[in-house]
């Protein structure tokens, strides 16, 4: 975790912006990356991907998430009532 | 036909018949493995397997891409010759196709038994995972075949389901899996959901090339993709039970067990998708895994999916084109073969035989009234029992001069469409096209068609001995 690089590319979600990340992973083989989570936007990203993947600067603008738009995407399939609540029972 | 117990001796067939590339050299998960299966799809139809042993991070782990991603993979696959033709290999699948139900059995031990992991599941650990297009939102398992049960019909084996669904790992035991309201399982989950239960799944990974073909195929609700196995090997095909009942293919390098939470959607995607663009972001069920089984130094099996032809396009080609051929001919006898390889069918090319002036038309309507066709079949090119619909050469000839476009060309508004067609407006519904690109006969006589080209005496015997030679010459 010494690699400056790896500091920098945990410090705030590439995809939303979102600062609540964590260290979802560690290569079995110690040292050679680290794999970063995003809890808001559930991003993933490794240390060693192009920097397009784990910079918040660079990551491109047709993927990015706006962290307040999620709640409204669509619900596919619909979610079915258990039947005493749909039959009001 | 050569049948294949399990996805290592499929591989040693293709390694055996120079279809599979090893790459020991140190691979990153990202971007090589993605940019390798995605060049080999540019490199022709004929490209091998690749086996990835070194990747950066994992000590043992193996990956394998592009499986079926030719047509001498998927021939082999299907037991053929590796140099068949596509359209025979379509009637090889279609006669399998036809002989449904087939047979499965279940037996007790199998290989992916061998080590069993229960207390804190994680798949980073377990499996080498990784991403495959630059904008996807993270790792996937996209050539698993999910398992589940009605569990309002726990006991009927027929409406055990069988998917490919793809499925995005969210967590050391959690994944999104994208399920709409057409697919089986959707079903499974709304009938679990009414009862307030979750539902249990089993996710097979990295199994014998049948069952992934089988996993693909748009079959009805209650026919089952085992027995549809066994119909095409054409002896029965094995599966083993999980606790929960589910059956799973004996062949499995991995086999994950966990259960879909009734009444949760969480955010999903996005993933680069079949027809060339991105899925976007949708709030999708979610699966919570218990318990992962896998054979020693397991593989990994996985298809890049990209801007067509890709090896999702093999593995969506036969799969779709037999269905189709299958609800078609039984109303129309006349027609030779259907051809729906383009985007999962979004193009589709039929040949038939026509009885009288306007008959190719009416075979056209009836691709589009097919039950994938309404969701798919947006273009339909109509040939002549004598051009073969898989050779592209020969449609286009037979597009260039038999359609005169203002008798032949058929535009139908307002039709469904799938929302993944990017060409929709608004989303779900497209104009639909058919073009009669047979030959004119009465009553709509025009146009001059007196004396159409054949071959010399003694072409198909030259063709015969030459192929023979040519082989020879390799």
């Known amino acids: 975790m010494s690699d400056p690089d790896l500091d920098l590319t945990a410090r705030m979600c590439p995809r939303c912006g979102a600062t609540t990340i964590d260290t979802r992973a560690t290569s079995p083989v110690a040292g050679v990356w680290i794999l970063f ?53 | 036909m050569r049948t294949y117990q399990d996805l290592r001796e499929f591989l040693a067939v293709l390694e055996q018949q120079g279809q599979l590339l090893r790459i020991t050299d140190e691979v990153s998960l990202e971007p090589d493995l993605g940019a390798a299966a995605c060049a080999l799809g540019q490199l022709g139809e004929a490209s091998p397997a690749i086996q990835f042993s070194n990747i950066a991070g994992y000590r043992n782990a193996r990956v394998v891409l592009n499986v079926h991603g030719s047509w001498p993979n998927h021939a082999l696959a299907l037991g053929m010759d590796r140099d068949s033709p596509p359209r025979d290999q379509f009637h090889r699948f279609v006669d399998g196709y036809t002989q449904y139900p087939g047979e499965f059995r279940r037996v007790k031990d199998a290989p992916w038994q061998e080590i069993v992991v229960e207390d804190d599941v994680n798949l980073y650990d377990l499996m080498p995972l990784f991403r495959l297009n630059r904008g996807d939102g993270g790792h996937f398992l996209d050539k698993a075949c999910a398992v589940s049960r009605d569990p309002d019909d726990p006991d009927n084996d027929n409406v055990e389901n069988v998917g490919i669904y793809r499925l995005q790992v969210k967590g050391p035991n959690r994944l999104g899996i994208l399920a709409v309201p057409q697919h089986d399982i959707a079903i499974h989950l709304a009938h679990a959901e009414r009862r307030g239960e979750d539902l249990p799944v089993a996710i097979a990974l990295g199994t014998d090339p049948i069952v992934t073909l089988m996993g693909a195929t748009p079959m009805l609700y209650d026919q089952l993709e085992y027995r549809m196995a066994g119909a095409l090997q054409g002896e029965p095909y094995q599966v083993v039970s999980t606790e929960n009942g589910l059956d799973v293919p004996w062949g499995s390098e991995y086999v994950l067990e966990g259960r879909m939470l009734a009444g949760q959607r969480e955010l999903e995607g996005p993933f680069g998708e079949f027809p060339g663009y991105y899925s976007g972001c949708h709030r999708y069920p979610v699966i919570e895994i218990d318990r992962v089984s896998h054979r020693k130094d397991p593989i990994y099996d996985a298809v890049y999916v990209g801007r067509p032809w890709t090896e999702i396009d093999y593995l969506q080609a036969m799969t779709t084109s037999a269905p189709i051929y299958a609800q078609v001919s039984a109303d129309f006898p006349e027609v030779s073969a259907v051809n729906a390889l383009y985007t999962h069918g979004l193009v589709v090319v039929v040949s038939t035989k026509t009885r009288y002036g306007g008959f190719a038309k009416a075979v056209g309507l009836r691709v589009l009234a097919t039950r994938h066709g309404l969701g798919y079949a947006k273009v339909v090119i109509v040939v002549d029992d004598n051009v073969d619909p898989f050779d592209l050469k020969q449609v286009m000839w037979a597009i260039s001069v038999k359609v005169n476009p203002d008798r032949d060309v058929m535009i139908l508004p307002n039709l469904s469409i799938n929302p993944l067609d990017p060409a929709g407006q608004p989303t779900g519904v497209a104009a639909k096209m058919i073009i009669d690109a047979t030959t004119p006969i009465a009553p709509d006589l025009r146009g001059d068609y007196g004396q159409e080209l054949d071959t010399p005496q003694r072409t198909d015997e030259w063709r015969t001995r030459l192929a023979s030679l040519i082989k020879d010459l390799r």
């Not at chain 1, 600067?57 to 962290?67: E, K, Q």
């Not at chain 1, 999620?70 to 609540?85: K, S």
Request: glycine content about 6%; aromatic content about 8%; charged content about 25%.
């Open chain 1, 37 to 89: 989570a995003c809890s808001t936007c559930l991003y993933v990203w490794r240390s060693t991907e192009p920097e397009e993947n784990r910079d918040p600067d660079r990551y491109p603008t047709a993927f990015r998430l706006v962290p307040q738009d999620l709640a409204d995407l669509p619900i596919l399939p619909a979610i079915q009532p258990p039947r005493g609540q749909a039959d009001g029972g």
